[in-house]
């Protein structure tokens, strides 16, 4: 998947094509937990092929529209103006075509749609190079709470655990977080670590499934595919259609 890292002012951030289960968040949502984590979003339009550009905001919880959010939001646009994505509808288009993954299959028309990712927000941009109507829509949501919709959607636990192979210590992994935290194990003596993940795991209701796809997310990332486990077989096996990330660690 294509991937651009852009630093604007003090705020970096990264855009990606968003995975077609992710485009409901390119638009208006009836979900009221969706509603609730949407800061707003930005309607926006070029003039003509080579601008001006005009735009209209739309709140939709103004408890999430900080200060901090509407310097990091301003600066993210200034740099997907620089960048040209948002600069002109002949640029947006141009810019368009590089991210084949990005487009929308089921619109009638060209429409692409892109995550953008902050520390503390996510962003789903949309973008329509078509004259005649709006060319863009750019929503805004708190990382956390979409984090949590989308940890519901999944079915996954907030919490989960498994064993760190290099080591045969006990972990716990939270969802919507890398790496692991260390488990205390003091209480059971003697017991394989693989018995009391299989136990914890257990007696708090969590599968095989879950568990597969809570250490996937914890170590590739909670977009890719393998931190869904409507991805996996019944029996645990993952669906082998999608390139696995490179893996990283980081010990709590």
């Not at 901090?68 to 993210?76: M, P, Q, T, Y």
């Not at 760190?164 to 935290?181: C, F, N, P, R, W």
């Not at 394989?192 to 007696?203: A, F, G, K, M, R």
Request: proline share 5%; glycine share 6%.
């Amino acid at each position: 998947m294509d991937k651009l890292t852009l630093t604007t002012r003090e705020t970096k951030f990264t855009l990606v094509p968003a995975p077609e289960e992710e485009h409901q968040y390119c638009f208006a949502h009836d979900n009221p937990l969706v509603q609730q984590a949407c800061v707003g979003y930005l309607r926006g339009y070029f003039g003509d092929t080579e601008g001006p550009y005009h735009t209209s905001w739309f709140d939709q919880n103004s408890l999430l529209n900080s200060a901090a959010f509407k310097r990091e939001f301003e600066n993210i646009v200034f740099g997907l103006r620089d960048n040209g994505l948002l600069s002109d509808l002949r640029t947006m288009n141009a810019r368009c075509n590089r991210f084949p993954d990005a487009v929308i299959k089921t619109q009638w028309r060209k429409e692409m749609a892109f995550r953008v990712e902050t520390d503390h927000h996510t962003y789903f941009l949309r973008c329509i190079p078509s004259k005649g109507d709006y060319n863009f829509y750019f929503f805004c949501y708190d990382k956390r709470a979409l984090m949590e919709v989308l940890r519901k959607q999944k079915g996954l636990p907030l919490v989960c655990w498994s064993r760190l192979k290099s080591t045969d210590e006990v972990i716990a992994l939270k969802y919507g977080e890398s790496g692991y935290y260390k488990w205390e194990t003091s209480g059971y003596d003697g017991v394989p670590s693989e018995e009391i993940v299989d136990y914890l795991n257990e007696t708090s209701g969590i599968t095989k499934v879950q568990a597969a796809a809570m250490e996937a997310g914890s170590m590739f990332g909670w977009h890719c595919p393998a931190s869904d486990p409507r991805n996996y077989e019944p029996d645990g096996r993952f669906r082998k259609d999608a390139a696995q990330p490179v893996k990283t660690e980081e010990v709590r």
